[in-house]
């Protein structure tokens, strides 16, 4: 399904972006639908050969209200840039998203583009320091406050390769309040929001020997964090090691559902894990404690 936007025809659902574009076609890579029914989101397009721009768009209706293409060089040097949606979520005023530009060099930045409901601009700012792919952003509608979650490239990651997973809060103003940096290798699975806090999961991996790069096997790992970015609780899920943990699901802040695949990655994605019949969900209270474990 494609709806026409100024003559420019665009998806109205997720295609993904193929190995080889198509010069001036649109692909949407993120889709959140609002509760009054309006339809945000976001993609690439190419423009030229080796500049890769970002969109946003509003739909309401099976109409498209307004489009808003973004590019940002990585520094001062002018060239070609791909430009990736690396993360969306939905606010009471409007779109978040964050733009992952990438250089011919690999220099990386990461804007966070704040839209309102009318496409206008809310906060448009680079955060600073931040080089690793936009995992998350998480908006909450109480505090006003954002949460984002960033961690190595937009796909491959190296599994065997020590790296941060880098959660950033930053206010309504765009003010960064604090910053947390969970080292280990393996992925990001997600991030769950606390009344307290802020739960991250990902799937460690635990190598042969200290000095081996040679992965063994893996191990869920879950990280909870306070308000201020600090760390309370830290665990490997030793009673699930060999098992990958593809997404969870949050009942209530003492009761977080843990749903994977019994069976060990071949590569950092969870939808190429080692194949199994097996699954495996694990119950977790509000401070990480195991209350329920089931290995089918």
């Excluded at 309006?38 to 500049?51: C, F, L, W």
């Excluded at 804007?111 to 909450?140: A, R, W």
């Excluded at 949050?250 to 190429?272: A, H, Q, T, V, W």
Aim: hydrophobic share 35%; net charge neutral; no cysteine.
């Amino acid at each position: 399904l494609v709806v026409i936007y100024k003559k420019s025809k665009l998806p109205a659902y997720i295609t993904g972006i193929p190995e080889k574009l198509v010069g001036n076609t649109y692909y949407v890579t993120h889709r959140n639908e609002n509760e009054d029914g309006s339809i945000y989101a976001a993609g690439v397009v190419e423009k030229k050969a080796g500049t890769l721009h970002s969109f946003i768009y509003k739909l309401r209706g099976g109409r498209i209200e307004w489009l808003n293409e973004v590019a940002y060089s990585v520094d001062s040097i002018e060239g070609p840039t791909f430009n990736y949606p690396g993360a969306m979520t939905l606010t009471r005023e409007g779109v978040a998203v964050v733009i992952h530009s990438l250089n011919s060099e690999n220099k990386t930045k990461n804007s966070f583009v704040y839209l309102n409901e009318s496409g206008g601009q809310k906060m448009v700012i680079t955060l600073e320091g931040m080089k690793d792919f936009p995992k998350l952003v998480h908006y909450n509608e109480e505090s006003n406050n954002f949460v984002f979650v960033f961690r190595g490239k937009p796909s491959n990651n190296d599994i065997t390769t020590l790296q941060n997973t880098t959660v950033l809060g930053v206010n309504g103003l765009g003010d960064v309040m604090w910053k947390q940096e969970i080292n280990y290798a393996g992925d990001f699975v997600d991030m769950m929001d606390l009344s307290s806090g802020f739960v991250v999961v990902g799937n460690a991996t635990k190598f042969s020997s200290n000095s081996s790069k040679s992965p063994q096997t893996t191990v869920p790992f879950v990280v909870k964090i306070g308000e201020r970015g600090q760390v309370l609780v830290e665990k490997w899920m030793a009673n699930a090691e060999g098992s990958v943990i593809v997404f969870v699901d949050k009942s209530s802040d003492s009761n977080m559902n843990l749903f994977g695949l019994k069976g060990n990655y071949r590569r950092i994605l969870p939808k190429e894990v080692v194949k199994s019949t097996s699954s495996i969900h694990l119950l977790i209270d509000g401070m990480i404690g195991i209350t329920s474990t089931n290995l089918n």
